[in-house]
Antibody
Framework: QAQLVQSGAEVRKPGASVKISCRAS????????LHWLRQAPGQGPEWIGW????????NYAQKFQGRVTLTRDTSITTAYMELSSLRSDDTAVYYC???????????WGQGTLVTVTS | EIVLTQSPGTLSLSPGQRATLSCRASQSVSSSYLAWYQQKPGQAPRLLIY???TRATGIPDRFSGSGSGTDFTLTISRLEPEDCAVYYCQQYGGSPLTFGQGTRLEIK
């Protein structure tokens, strides 16, 4: 079955960058957009952007424009999210998710906790 | 940006009862791009319903979705203890896609 597996937890200082990976299996990687979202403690998920694995095209939420870069490596069916100029309020669990029917998300990766602390 | 407001914030019911969760959008959600998710502690959200009313694969028929325009409802009939979770609605009829703040369902 379709599965997304993310890289492990990260700790960064303010101003640093972080790059998270998301490996897809069980479905044709290039067929569906791959989205990135994050969830701060006690909050609903927040959308960061998507990448088209086939073309490499991207679309970012305005809030993250200039700070986020989404890439992919089709040879290893893996997508990446890099977030720069980290602040303490970037502390959250970051998820990748496959865009499924009617612009829903299924499946999701297991999540990667990013902690930004001095 | 379309803001989704979920109510109530917390719902406490007994096994066997029916739960009705509301999601109200600040603008009409076009193309029926409205979904519902269940999230348990320490887990990623799980897709329950997409396209307002279509159950995702493997979701029991106790879960149903309805609504149109700006008002949407997730109904869980015959509550079971494992339904204890936070439920989120999500729209992608307008960019950026957005989620509601969630309804916490407690099973007494």
């Amino acid at each position: 079955q379709a599965q997304l597996v993310q890289s492990g937890a990260e700790v960064r200082k303010p101003g640093a960058s972080v790059k998270i990976s998301c490996r897809a299996s069980g479905y044709r990687f290039i067929e569906n957009y791959l989205h990135w979202l994050r969830q701060a403690p006690g909050q609903g998920p927040e959308w960061i952007g998507w990448i088209n694995p086939y073309s490499g095209g991207t679309n970012y939420a305005q809030k993250f424009q200039g700070r986020v870069t989404l890439t992919r490596d089709t040879s290893i069916t893996t997508a990446y999210m890099e977030l720069s100029s980290l602040r303490s309020d970037d502390t959250a669990v970051y998820y990748c998710a496959n865009q499924a029917s009617m612009a829903s998300f299924d499946p999701w990766g297991q999540g990667t906790l990013v902690t930004v602390t001095s | 940006e379309i803001v989704l407001t979920q109510s109530p914030g917390t719902l406490s019911l007994s096994p066997g009862q029916r739960a009705t969760l509301s999601c109200r959008a600040s603008q009409s959600v076009s193309s029926s791009y409205l979904a519902w998710y269940q999230q348990k502690p320490g887990q990623a959200p799980r897709l329950l319903i997409y396209g307002i009313s279509t159950r995702a694969t493997g979701i029991p028929d106790r879960f149903s979705g309805s609504g149109s325009g700006t008002d949407f409802t997730l109904t869980i009939s015959r509550l079971e203890p494992e339904d204890c979770a936070v439920y989120y609605c999500q729209q992608y009829g307008g960019s950026p896609l957005t989620f509601g703040q969630g309804t916490r369902l407690e099973i007494k």
